[in-house]
């Protein structure tokens, strides 16, 4: 199972950015997927969450309101559109998929099963 994620870059304060995961060696439609960052000498924290379906998605309040999950399962990719970004949005972003077998929600824990790399996302003021 490989999770790649990219888009990142630089960007400042108020700008917008789309970050991309693409996975492979999966069947994509079986697994949650979800978006998680970690700023340096902080834990990785969650930051959003959908479901197999798409249908249900999860936000950590930080990001509500300025960012959006999404995911297109012909091409087994996620996506995280980022708008009004702050400093404090600077961080590396992991993606991760989540195996699920009856539930339609969204996850938040961190018991995800399959890691991406990381992206970095930089928000300057």
């Known amino acids: 199972v490989q999770l790649q994620a990219s888009g990142g870059g630089l960007v400042q304060a108020g700008g917008s950015l789309r970050l991309s995961c693409a996975a492979s060696?999966?069947?994509?439609?079986?697994?949650?997927l979800g978006w998680f960052r970690q700023a340096p000498g902080k834990e990785r924290e969650f930051v959003a969450g959908?479901?197999?379906?798409?249908?249900?998605?999860d936000y950590a309040d930080s990001v509500k309101g300025r960012f959006a999950i999404s995911r297109a399962n012909a091409k087994k990719t996620v996506y995280l559109d980022m708008n009004s970004l702050k400093p404090e949005d600077t961080a590396v972003y992991y993606c991760?998929?989540?195996?699920?077998?009856?539930?339609?929600?969204?996850?938040?824990?961190?018991?995800?099963?399959?890691w991406g790399q990381g992206t970095q996302v930089t928000v300057s003021s």
């Open positions: 991760a998929a989540k195996r699920v077998i009856l539930s339609t929600g969204a996850f938040s824990s961190h018991d995800y099963d399959h």
């Open positions: 060696g999966l069947t994509f439609t079986y697994y949650a």
């Open positions: 959908i479901s197999r379906s798409g249908g249900s998605t």
